[in-house]
């Protein structure tokens, strides 16, 4: 399914997939060839994750590490793990939906790239403010594939040949996140020069608590440091429509 993927977003290099059904076995073939990403998923050899991702971010520390929950039935099992979920370099939930494994890709490598493409390449920035798991990941995989059908459309209007389409394609937007208002504005202030839009949830962490207008508080941040800036602020809630236009 991530070969058709990428062979429909006209993606070139989809990775080769490795599976090991233990953590063992996983931990040995770590021992014999370097890989790119690990995925695990919550119940792997029915135990805690937690200690396998440890193993492995000691065995290979440069390796990104995503944990990735079957639906969102599992979501409330990490409450117990809440201040160790940090040896995990992402978490996503999959439930059902394969373009989340596409996401999953995409989002390690503008982790990795952001930097080095931002400097080198002048490339542009979105970030995306979501505390809640079971959101970003249906919205990340909707928003790389819009981003990658709106660069193949402007490279087909612009006739590029083969190789100026592959740098076009890898200039495309990067995109970061955060998960509460402190993080955001550390990402704010990094890329600053780089930023295309901010898109924001509306209700989480500030100043670790959980902050009902903290968004409309971002919102306010960004229209001081960067008023022409787009942003959008994202709610379930139809009363901070007015709160957030006005």
């Not at 070139?12 to 690990?38: C, F, M, W």
């Not at 930097?115 to 490339?123: A, C, E, F, S, W």
């Amino acid at each position: 399914k991530i070969y058709d993927d990428y062979f429909k977003l006209s993606l070139s290099n989809a990775p080769r997939i490795t599976h090991a059904a233990t953590g063992k076995e996983a931990q040995e073939r770590l021992q014999k060839k370097s890989y790119d990403l690990v995925v695990i998923m919550l119940r792997v050899d029915e135990v805690n994750p937690i200690p396998l991702a440890q193993q492995i971010r000691s065995q290979c520390p440069d390796t990104p590490t995503v944990l990735l929950l079957n639906d969102n039935s599992e979501i409330p099992i990490l409450f117990n793990w809440e201040n160790q979920l940090d040896i995990f370099t992402e978490i996503f939930v999959w439930n059902g939906d394969t373009k989340v494994f596409l996401a999953m890709i995409k989002h390690i490598e503008d982790l990795m790239n952001v930097d080095n493409d931002t400097r080198l390449g002048l490339v542009q920035v979105i970030l995306l403010v979501e505390d809640s798991i079971r959101y970003y990941s249906r919205y990340l995989p909707i928003l790389y594939t819009r981003i990658i059908q709106q660069t193949q459309q402007l490279m087909t209007e612009e006739n590029f040949d083969d190789r100026n389409q592959m740098l076009r394609l890898r200039s495309r937007p990067k995109v970061l996140t955060a998960r509460n208002y402190e993080n955001a504005v550390k990402i704010i202030e990094k890329h600053k020069d780089y930023l295309l839009c901010v898109i924001s949830d509306m209700t989480y962490n500030k100043d670790g608590k959980k902050h009902e207008k903290a968004g409309f508080e971002l919102l306010n941040y960004l229209k001081k440091e960067l008023p022409t800036l787009p942003a959008v602020i994202q709610s379930s809630d139809v009363e901070n429509e007015n709160l957030a236009t006005h």
